[in-house]
């Protein structure tokens, strides 16, 4: 029985380590997959190339794709929508929006006709878990191979990672390792030194989590520091969000705020487009995030805890402790 080796790579701090590691140990039939969800900073795609080079190791770089999904919800906005008695020109908007624009993330919320959110986090199952098991792992499982699914996560970075074991089976062959569980920040960086890999250089640049940029769960100093670093990073988000309210049924989709968020004016889902944008948009938020604490009162529609995107397979970067970041980096 052969045994493959798939480490997932973020261009974030700890799924480098985890690959260094693998490296270090001079794992045999490795392979580094990189899901791409299109809403990176230009830095991490040059960091990817960086570290394949600096370490020879190939990068498969996998992104979802929703031809088939965006063609099949333009069916339903043409019939369905209409015979719901949805305006004609919130039709004819949809429509002229629903293309595939070949941008994983842009492309599923045109799809959904929403952002991801907090409470609604289909981002990582749909950009990152499923083309990585679709395109990678699936294609190798039932060849009788044994497949070790390295992922970077560390116990003392959330609730949910911490009582993971450094090993399980998932079954079919497939077996979950994360050697770096019981790593601190300084023994990842740490790493990186060793092996003489640089980190992310995004992590000297004010970021303390390297992934989507902007990602959905951001903090405030983050959203801060991106627009006063990255400011076409915002003007993207901004485009986006144009687009995607044009393809939601109500007129309205902004990038933080889920379709249930609470704002002090009240439920986000009883406002109107205009005002949800008025209030909500990623401009209004990147004006808040310079306020100081106490400001407008955002905080109850954008996610402050930067634990929240921590899914247990170390998909999302989740580093929230952002001053070690940047000092080791
Ligand atoms: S980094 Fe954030 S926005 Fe991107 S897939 Fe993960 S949770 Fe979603």
Redesign the pocket.
Known sequence: MTTQNIVSVSGGKDSTATLLVAIALETENLQAVFAD?G?EHPQTYEYLDYLEQTTQTKITRVRADFTQRIAGKRKFVETKWREQGVSESVVLAALEVLQPTGNP?LDLCIWKGRF?SRKA?F??ME??RDPMLEQVVMPMMGRGDMLISWQGVRADESLNRRYLPELDEVGGGLFNYRPILKWDIPAVFEAHRYMGIKPNPLYSQGMG?V??M?????RKDELREIALRFPEVIDRIDRWERMVQQASKRGAATFFAGSNAKHPRGSIADMTALEVMEIASIRQAVEWSKTARGGIQYDLMIATDAT??S?AYG???SSDDAEIAREAA
């Open positions: 969800t809403n993330f991801p986090q981002c990582t950009l990152k989590r992934g989507c902007p990602c959905i769960n951001c929240a995107c899914s998909l999302c970067d």
